[in-house]
């Protein structure tokens, strides 16, 4: 049986960092997608598949197609953290491409600035559910999402001689993109961060307070309110949609988790990035837009390595001399801004989409010239525990029916 291509055919983010209480992540969620079938030209009723993570409401594959009003052939709630929606457009791709379905939507809306959650330093994992022999074995040793990381980040660093002045370089790129973005300029003025609307540098990371030795407080993501939409369509849809398709063209998924055999700097991404690249038929090299997920600089660094772009250990210098700006020859990465200065409302991967869509239809605020191929690879739980990796390549043209 031939094999239906599938593109992202509608994408809406919601524009506020802090949205005072003014919403709920639920009114949020469906605000994008109306804006996402709008830009789609399709309808409520087109819709036939989704895909949701359970923010905003337990439960999700009950509740949210009643929310919704929707009457579907496929449900699915996948979660894997920030990598959720990389594999939710994983299996649309399955889904839509089998003739299961037609129209995928995916949506996402959080709220955790107006809320005031400590995403990185609250509570332990063992507080976030039941207890389970995973956290009786680590909590008991008092760890938190940013102290996971600094492990990570300090092994990263032993291991591969990567500097924190490396590290602070793709915190400077993220800035030096969100300036050029008014959403993320209306952010940074919002939610005060530091050191205000002007360009960063490596100084004023290194000088910012440590938050878990080695990460600064520049090296960590922001926390934000926000919410996104994508709407997904089979080809002979996406062929009449009012927006410019931006084609599925690979996907891959990974969970690691670490044994005691294990290289500790090795993450998910070294093999979902090869499967999604494999199926797309495409090499690193000729990637010209990452989203990569940067809930730390040290995220992003690990992720370029394993997925490809550089070799194991060349990420300092790779990542040197901005030359992850969209304005310089070679790869340009995270050029919304990112979670580092853009939002981060606790799960990023749906932003990763969203702004690879908008880079290959041209309209980014960043733009690069003559953007062809792009990648969002998405990162859930914690890179020194267990984590799971998301890989998507997306293009310009549909490419073959792999």
């Known amino acids: 049986m031939t094999r239906q291509r599938v593109a992202i055919v509608g994408v809406h983010e919601f524009p506020s960092r802090h949205t005072h209480g003014s919403i709920t992540p639920l009114q ?13 030209g399709l309808s409520w009723g087109d819709i036939d598949a989704l895909y949701d993570d359970g923010d905003g409401i337990n439960w999700p594959g009950f509740y949210m197609p009643q929310y919704f009003d929707l009457d579907l052939k496929v449900v699915d709630t996948t979660t894997v953290g920030g990598s959720s929606f990389e594999f939710h457009v994983s299996h649309a791709l399955r889904d839509l491409g089998s003739g299961r379905a037609s129209v995928a939507l995916l949506t996402y809306g959080a709220t955790a600035r107006s809320s005031q959650t400590s995403i990185g330093t609250g509570a332990k994992y063992s507080e976030m559910g039941p207890p389970n022999p995973i956290s009786n074995m680590e909590d008991c040793w008092g760890p938190t999402l940013v102290s996971d990381y600094a ?16 590290l602070a370089e793709i915190a400077v790129t993220a800035r030096y993109h969100a300036l050029r973005n008014p959403d993320a300029v209306r952010a940074i003025e919002d939610l005060q961060l530091r050191p205000g609307s002007r360009e960063m540098t490596v100084d004023d990371v290194m000088n910012s307070r440590m938050v878990a030795d080695p990460l600064h407080a520049l090296d960590c993501c922001i926390i934000s309110d926000g919410g996104g939409a994508v709407v997904l369509a089979t080809e002979d849809v996406a062929r009449n949609c009012r927006s410019k398709p931006v084609w599925v063209l690979g996907a891959g998924e990974s969970v690691r988790y670490r044994r005691n055999v294990d290289d500790l ?35 992003v660094l690990s992720a370029l390595e394993d997925l490809g772009f550089c070799a194991k250990g060349e990420g300092g210098g790779f990542v040197e001399d901005g030359r992850l700006r969209f304005d310089t020859p070679g790869l340009a990465v995270n050029t919304d801004g990112g979670g580092l200065s853009s939002n981060h409302p606790g799960q990023r991967g749906i932003f990763l989409l969203i702004e690879a869509t908008r880079q290959l239809r041209g309209t980014s605020t960043s733009q690069v010239p003559d953007a062809r191929l792009a990648v969002a690879h998405g990162t859930g739980g914690t890179l020194n525990r267990t984590h799971a990796s998301g890989t998507i390549v997306l293009g310009t043209e549909p490419g073959d029916r792999r």
């Open 151 to 166: 492990q990570f980040a300090h092994r990263y660093m032993y291991d591969h001689g990567v500097r924190s002045e490396q």
């Open 265 to 299: 700097t090795l993450t998910g991404a070294a093999r979902s990035g090869p499967a999604a690249f494999g199926q797309a038929g495409v090499q690193p090299g000729e990637i010209d837009i990452a989203m990569i997920y940067d809930s730390f600089t040290i995220t």
């Open 28 to 40: 949020m969620k469906a605000q994008c997608a109306a804006r996402a079938l709008e830009d789609a």
